[in-house]
């Protein structure tokens, strides 16, 4: 095939300069487009005749491609095809008499009308054809498509020099630019004479495109069988030719080495992992035991699952940090409302990250209630930075060997599953979350929690060693995140290794945006409802919120969420009517999906009677409000107490009886009446054990009101430490108290005084809604809860 080439510049006339009547040069498969230059051989007498004469007047011949036949072929007008290119013959040189060689030019397309006699060559009388249509934005994507296209087929071909690309991208005629790709295509005589031959700029771009699009894909087929055939070859024959000198090696020496393949494959292996000196010794140790076993050997599986395990462990291998901080801001709020302290945290540690990249690396504990995002918090975390996400929960973890690993000496050893970890993840500095630390357990297995105190020391995790690998393992790019419920539990060195966050519980009015933003998309889309099926209102949202869920996080609200969406969907299924408006689930509504309110209000809609007080707890599940009642009956001074009370509680008790008695008279008690009454203190939800030291002033509160029989002010709660010098200490879970106070509907809150700093972690709209009192001394608690 003879290869076109462009230029714009020899020769270039306008096609009314063309003579009507041009002498035609047949050409056998071939099409030549304007502009383009084509090297041309004739040799029959008449051509050679027909050269002579044009290059002595305007040197402007016909070129017409043949339908069929020989290239020596003497051609007949009816054997070509009416449309052709009118050329310029821009240089000629003769190889003898009857050969010469040309180098022509197109200029315009042209239709031969009628063919002229009275001479030995082919003469026609000629129409000059022009281009059609205009250049809209269908032409604009045509020519950006084809030129997408021309660059990949650029890239992939063998013959077209990579300069094309970008040479093409400076035609600014959409016709010339599909003439120009279409003369570099390997396509059919037939598939460029239609391209000739069609005088719609945007009928030829779609026919180019075509072709092209062929092309490429027949290139890169060609590309692909090519690669694997060369690549099969290299290998068989690589493969062949050592196994032939390993087989004449091993004849020689009168052996035959069956695992030796294997072990120059692990030997590969270890080269490509890159192993740290102490590892890539201990692994070229156990490789050596391995070439000297017999795979029948008990010892052989033994060596070749720890030589896997040293090949597939991330030794050298990280992930690249994003460190945007604008965007890992942008990806915390979306995945997580509020949590403002954690995320502040997070975003910290990213901009010492960025200016000091070696910077060591934080062990942040995020401790709060069930439900309120710890572990969805470690998923963002990753999502920020780019990295890998490792889960491993802890809970009920008893055993050291779990942390640790076993060693290789006992059957069927595993590495422990920090190690496992590391390796599911595939990089040496994931986000590693330990989940449920505070629920590790102990027993003659050993103590997990003191395995920790190593990978989780900064200090000392660079040298990491699992009992089974048995050589240091780095840990100090990954990033170690752990959740918990309750610090209690942590032992005191492991907790100290840990940065802790609290994460505490979610006001109504925090749920309700969670829930819109959050639970009820996600819940919407898996029980496949849209806005379409389904509207919660806010008033709905908060029903279900204060009459069906009793918790400090999210999860019930979101299986609530849940029930309501399946019974909705139900309907739909069930429903032969179209569903021309969503469900609206209003706080009306609600029971029909979820039943009757489950907790109602615990605060009596009337006064409180003489000896009861509401105190304010902290559980796991977040803050609750507790009830202290007290009656008093004829007796010798007996103080009596139930409610599954812990030691702590019933000291607060004994001390609150003790402070009353001892101040009765400043207090405006009868001094008698402790004297000649038994008094009974009951907290109730008897089955729930209870202990510690804050209701020390509710039970101060029950005492003094049961005494001077008077009840105590509506709609207040306490919380505080009492001491037998009359003063108020300071508790803890202040924020988990109050929103429970809140939730409850209480209106004022006695706090000490030393707990004021910790209105801060407050929402403002919850500090609107409750008047706090803060108090340093007992009586001033008496004073403002039974008054004067």
Known sequence: MNQQSPDFGAGSRAPESIPSVIPVIPVVDVALFPKMQLPLMVSQPELIQLVDEV???????GILAAKGGEPEKKHKPEDLYDVGTAALILKMAKASRYKAQLLVQGLARFKAEEFMTGKPYLRAKVSMLEETGVKDMEVEALVSNLIRLFGRMVEISPYLPHEMAEWVKTLDQPGLLADVIASTLQASLEDKQLVLETLDVKKRLREVTRLATHQVEVLELERKIQSQVKGEVDKSQRDFYLRQQLKAIQEELGERDESGALVEEYRQKLEEANLPEEARQEAERELDRLSRMHPSSSEYTVATT???WMVSLPWNKSTEDV????????????????LEKPKRRILEYLSVKKIKPDSRTPILCFAGPPGTGKTSL??????????????????????????????????????????????RAGSNNPVFMLDEIDKLGADFRGDPSSALLEVLDPEQNYSFVDHYIDVPFDLTKVLFVTTANVLDTIPPALRDRMEVIMLS???????????KRYLIPRQRDNHGLSTRHIRFTDSGIKHIISGYTREAGLRNLEREIASVCRGVARDLAESEEPWDKPEVISAESVSRFLGPVRFASEIPKGKL???VAIGLAWTQAGGEILFVESSAMAGKKNLILTGQMGD????????????????????????????QHDVHIHVPAGAIPKDGPSAGVAMLTALASLAKNKPAKKGLAMTGEITLRGQVLPVGGVKEKVLAAKRAGIKEVILPKWNEKDLEDIPKEVQKKIAFHFVDRMDEALEISLGK
């Open 55 to 61: 290059m002595n007047k305007e040197r402007i011949i």
């Open 306 to 308: 720890y030589l896997d």
């Open 323 to 338: 460190l945007d901080i604008k965007e890992a801001a942008k990806i915390l709020d979306e995945d997580h409302y509020d």
């Open 378 to 423: 470690g998923k963002s975390i990753a999502r920020t930075m780019g990295r890998k996400f490792v889960r491993m929960s802890l809970g009920g973890v008893r055993d050291e060997a779990e942390i640790r690993g076993h060693r290789r000496t006992y059957v069927g050893a595993l590495p422990g599953r920090i190690i496992q970890g590391l390796k």
């Open 505 to 515: 519980g979610y006001t109504q009015e925090e749920k309700v945006k969670i829930a």
């Open 609 to 611: 009677s003489p000896g």
């Open 648 to 675: 702590v509680m019933k000291e607060s008790a004994t001390a609150a009886m003790s402070f009353l008695r001892s101040h009765a008279k400043e207090l405006g008690i009868d001094e008698t009446f402790f004297d």
